[in-house]
Structures are given as C-alpha cells and as structure tokens.
C-alpha cells in the first residue's frame, strides 16, 4: 500500500484492511465466472518483492463478454472501472468497499465500479455490454493501470488467453528483475555507521523501496550485527507503510494491519534500553505517515529477530545479533533477512471478522453516502 497522506490514509488503511480480512476469511467474489472468458493476472510476487502490476496493460475483449481478474500473489490490489467519475485517491476511505460484492456486473462505461481489496487468489469479474475503451486501475498502488478495449465479436484483435499469460509472464519477470536489481543496489549499500559522544555507533537500517508501484518488503541490511550499548535507527523513504517490531515473544497483533493502533502507533524501548524483552515497536513509519524512523538502543548481548508486521506474511524481517561491548563485532550477515511466509491461522482469520465486523458496516454506509 503506499501513496496515503496524512491522517485520511490511516482511515482508508483501517477500511482496507478490515474489508482485506473480511473478504479473505468469507470467500472470493465472481468464481463463479471464472469459467467463462479471459483472465488478467492482477498482482504477482515472491518473498521480499511485490509486483504491482495488472499482468497486461492493454485487453480486447468481444462485446458481450466477461472479464475476470485474479489477484496471484499475497499483496492486496482494487480492479476499479471509475467510469464518467474521477479515479478516487488512495486516502478515499470508501477506495476498498467493493461496489457490488459477490457479483458479476455488466460496466455501463459510465457507474463506478470496484472489486474492493483482492487477496491472493481471489477474483473479480465483470461483463462489457458496449462497445468502448475503458481504463481501470488499482487504486491503492498508483501507476498499476490498464484498459479493456471492448470490439464486435469476431474482431481478429480480441486478446487470447495465451497471450494474456505471455504478457504477465513478461511483464512479471521483468517487473521482479527490476526490483532484485534494486534490491542488490540497496544491500550492496548496506548499512550506516555513525560514531556517538560516548564511543557508542548508531546504525541505520534501511526500510522498503520501490521501483514504480512495485515494492521491495525488505529491510536492508536484515542481518545487522552491532555492540551493546549502539543504537539502530530505521528509516523509510518510501510511502509503503512498513513496522520495525519486536515481538519478543508476544503474539502478533491481532489484527496485524495499520487500523490497529498497537501496529500504527509506536511503542517505544524503555529508555535505558531495550533488552530483549517485550513488545517494542516503531509504529507505522513511510513517507507521509506520521513518522518516517525510528531508534532502538540495545543493551545486552543477544540475537533479536524482528519483523514488518504488515509485511511479515511476504517475508519482511530481520535480525540484530548484539555482542557484548569491548568484543569484536562479527562481519555483518548481508543476506538472511527473508522471514518464513506465515499466512494467518484459520482461527486467526475468524477472530479478525469478528473484531471487524463494525468497521466492515461503517465501510458500507460510506459506500451508500457515495453513490
Ligand atoms: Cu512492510
């Protein structure tokens, strides 16, 4: 998610999230026509890099026909047709409310039209009664754009699947080589050491990146080995939203997306330092979001894994291994960072619909107030 400002993205990102989790754990939108005529990939993805990219940007389809999007990949996207209405920005909390949930709607080329926040593996479809060119965008990731161009049937320009797929083939790939090329050039840079008064260093990790409205979920450098007594400072330049967390053996905020307050705002180590134990986090930090860095000062030797809390499903962690001061510091680990997928628990995801069953209905009486 990125492209919010100030505090109408933090209601849109609840909005979102809410609807993401709800949508996610009740089930898909339009199966139902996903047996019937083509299919654009929407969204693709490994551990650490986030395509954001509809898998072709340009579809010719015969007048008549239904048209089906599938998100591939664990980044939430919207399929929205914003008709004769301006494109909504991504702060409009009304961006993931799907205009007519678990319906495959004709698009008059004029109504608003939007699927609402897709998961992996969730679809979208719509049919096309005239003829036209249609743009349509994902709302939250700006720059993620296509267009259908609807012609007579038997038009010998009507898109096949085969090339549909070859093209989010292409596209993908060089999506995801762009971003591992970006991603080296910020690993290679690494980490900066700063010398403190008191013969302590602070370090600066790195947090996100994008290429276009594709995302790096990574920390750089995720493996960071550092003295007690320095300081590690995270800082994003990216409108991503991001967490640095240490969970130290809590569980996971439930739920872990921006509308829970213990994820958005920040709980801070103790002053004296922070010494493995419990919850300390940086809040939301990214380009307008309310912070943008966060510090954490280590005061006993140890080795603490943290995480994104947004993104930790794609991978985003890392580590500080803290050696004891006065001892050698080991050669930083470079790599490592990549945290196991966890999609959430089964009963995880029944709590999250439960705790966000209101804000679900608030979400819906603002798509009513917009129509
Ligand atoms: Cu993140």
Redesign the pocket.
Known sequence: MRGFTGRGLAVAAMLAAALVLQFGAIGTRGAEAQTTGLTVATGAGEPGYAVNLFGTSKVTVAVGSTLTFKNGWLEPHTVTFSGSKPVPPPSDPTAPVPTNPGKTVAFDGVTYLNSGFLLKDQTFALSFPNKGTYPFVCIIHPGMTGSVDVVDAGSATISTQAQLDASATKTFADATAALKAASATAAAKGVTKTANADGTSTWTVSV?GLVGPSDL?QFYTPGLNVQAGDTVRWVSAVP????ATFLSGTPLPIPPTPENQKVLLPTPAPAAGFDGTGYVNSGIIGVGWPGTQFSVKFTKAGTYPYI?V??VDQG?GGTVTVSQAGQVIPAKTGTGGLVEATPASTAMQAALVLALVGIVAVARRATKARA
């Open positions: 996100g979920q991503t939203p991001h967490t994104c947004l993104h985003m």
